[in-house]
């Protein structure tokens, strides 16, 4: 079977197409034919060394979509349709391959109404932004804070949040085309960081209050600022370091605030856990309340410049490789 594989952690040069054997179902798996994967910034973080527990050779991809070809005992229907993300392309061979083996409590069903695209660009971002909204403790009336309007998990984070009536939702742009493109698509309350700091924008928004919940997945002087950003009894969930690991923060917007910092990783949540995000995002979706971006389709061959693309370019939307 055709996959792209590091042979070695040399970034997305190194990734090359290769031919590997087609995986048997073993005890405790479900063989899908893999018909599109997602693009994201973890499998630049692994292609270039970054990550401690990934070792090479390796078939990056952490998300997908396929089709049940071997259910095993698990109790689901061949030929289903289905999406996943798990530590796939991390500690054992991903999704940019044409089959591999998935646990099946990583799989959610897919709705007709979701074509394979748009199903592979789902299950990292929206199951991030949708359980860290429920772990910021998000009701309705809530006034949130989601960078990266352009990126998977901040906007997945602004719409969610804004389908499930936040009170204010904002998130930010680098430049000034991005962020007329973000008003282009309806995403009202974005602070253009070319021409204003991202605290001064939030408190202009909101009038000084702040906000109640931040979900930051860029890093770097980011996670300072939109500690700054917050109101009092705030929190503040980090997890994605694309603009650094390292960060400088005024404890006094902690202590004065009463606000909150938490880290998070989509990977150590419960079966449970997924399983009722899944059940919160996919209506949302059916129905027409969210609407995820895709920008850019490569096929799996060109796998090394969808990569390139997302980390140099910084597309609006999701980048999605298909079979």
């Known amino acids: 079977m055709r996959a792209i594989e590091a042979k070695s952690f040399s970034g997305y040069d190194g990734l090359l197409q290769t031919d590997l054997p087609k995986p048997k179902r073993t005890a405790g798996r479900v063989l899908v034919r893999v018909t599109a994967a997602g693009v994201t910034p973890l499998d630049h973080t692994i292609v270039s060394g970054g990550h401690p527990r990934a070792k090479a050779p390796l078939v990056p991809g952490n998300e997908g979509a396929g089709v049940i070809e071997d259910a095993g005992d698990s109790g689901l229907v061949v030929g289903s349709r289905v999406m996943f993300t798990g530590p796939y392309g991390v500690r054992e061979n991903g999704s940019w391959q044409e089959w591999m083996l998935v646990r099946p409590d990583d799989l959610a069903l897919v709705p007709d109404a979701i074509d394979d695209v748009v199903a592979a660009s789902l299950p990292v971002a929206w199951l991030t932004a949708q359980i860290a909204l429920t772990l910021a403790g998000f009701k309705p009336g ?14 997945a984070t602004y719409q969610l949040a804004r389908a499930q009536d936040a009170g204010t939702v904002i998130s930010t742009a680098g430049s000034a085309a991005k962020a007329a493109r973000a008003r282009e698509l309806g995403f009202e309350h974005v602070v253009d960081l070319s021409a204003e700091g991202l605290a001064d924008g939030v408190r202009r928004i909101t009038d000084g209050k702040g906000v109640d919940i931040v979900i930051e997945s860029i890093g770097g002087s980011v996670t300072s600022e939109a500690l700054a950003s917050l109101g009092p009894g705030g929190v503040v969930i980090t997890l994605g370091y694309s603009a ?12 004065w605030k009463r606000a909150r910092i938490e880290g998070f990783s989509l990977f150590s949540q419960s079966p449970s856990v997924v399983a009722t995000a899944w059940r919160d995002i996919i209506p949302l979706i059916v129905g027409g309340s969210v609407k995820p971006i895709v920008e850019r389709v490569y096929p799996l061959v060109e796998a090394g410049e969808a990569l390139r693309h997302l980390i140099e370019d910084r597309p609006f939307g999701k980048v999605i490789l298909t079979m």
Not at 144 to 151: C, K, M
Not at 244 to 255: E, P
């Open 142 to 155: 809530m006034r949130v804070l989601a960078p990266g309007i352009g990126g998977s998990v901040g906007n």
């Open 244 to 255: 650094g690991r390292k960060t400088t923060i005024d404890v006094t917007d902690l202590i």
